[in-house]
């Protein structure tokens, strides 16, 4: 079946360090994958988003690329502040008549210290 | 405001009794769906909805049930919750094969 597995956390990072959340897929057919974020006592935000291979997505700093080879999506942001505290979740979607169900990785909490 | 909300955001009940959780989007978005999220398992879709009067199962449909009688509503309904529906909850909505948005969700707790 189709899945997402992301790095185990938390991770916790101190501000402008490097920050790579790795992901990988298991998918049949070609999904498109999407990195979502959830700030503390709110829902899933879109991060970045890449439809196919080797298209590269990126938002507030946040980059992700689509490897097809490696069946990866890994989420790197250079230079990390205390406000990209939050969970990180990295999903795939399907082309599936009528249903636009993302499949979900664990999630990965990122704390950032100052 | 673009927006999907639920209600209530926190819930404490116990086995058995009947509850639902709403989930309004003012979008005007045709697609709605219930997720839930638990530790270690992320988010898995309970429930779904193309349009209005037509729905169907996600992977964890077991214990729920839904309604789509107009097209901002998509309540979740659970007619005898148990403790293994303890859990976070929530609704997103999106126009076909575009973003989804989703709801701040609700904390449910069956005792």
């Not at chain 2, 169907?56 to 403790?83: A, C, H, M, Q, T």
Request: hydrophobic fraction near 30%; proline fraction near 5%.
């Amino acid at each position: 079946g189709n899945s997402v597995t992301q790095m185990e956390g938390p991770v916790t990072l101190s501000e402008e360090a490097f920050l790579t959340i790795n992901c990988t897929y298991t998918a049949t057919g070609y999904p498109s994958l999407f990195w979502y974020v959830q700030y503390p006592g709110e829902g899933l935000q879109l991060l970045l988003k890449a439809t196919k291979a080797d298209d590269k997505g990126s938002n507030k700093g946040f980059e992700a690329t689509y490897r097809k080879e490696t069946t990866s999506f890994h989420l790197e942001k250079g230079s990390v502040q205390v406000s990209d505290s939050a969970v990180y979740f990295c999903a795939l979607q399907l082309p599936n008549f009528g249903n636009e169900k993302l499949t979900f990785g664990t999630g990965t909490r990122l704390t950032i210290i100052p | 405001e673009a927006q999907v909300t639920q209600n209530p955001r926190y819930l404490i009940t116990v086995t058995g009794k009947k509850l639902t959780v709403t989930c309004s989007q003012n979008m005007n978005h045709e697609y709605m769906s219930w997720y839930r999220q638990d530790p270690g398992l992320g988010l898995r879709q309970i429930y779904y909805s193309m349009n209005v009067e037509v729905t169907d199962k996600g992977d964890v449909p077991e214990g729920y049930k839904v309604s789509r009688k107009e097209k901002r509503n998509f309540p979740l309904i659970l007619e005898s919750p148990s403790p293994n529906q303890t859990s976070l909850y929530f609704c997103a909505s999106s126009f076909s094969g575009r973003e989804q948005f989703f709801g701040p969700g609700t904390r449910l707790t069956v005792l």
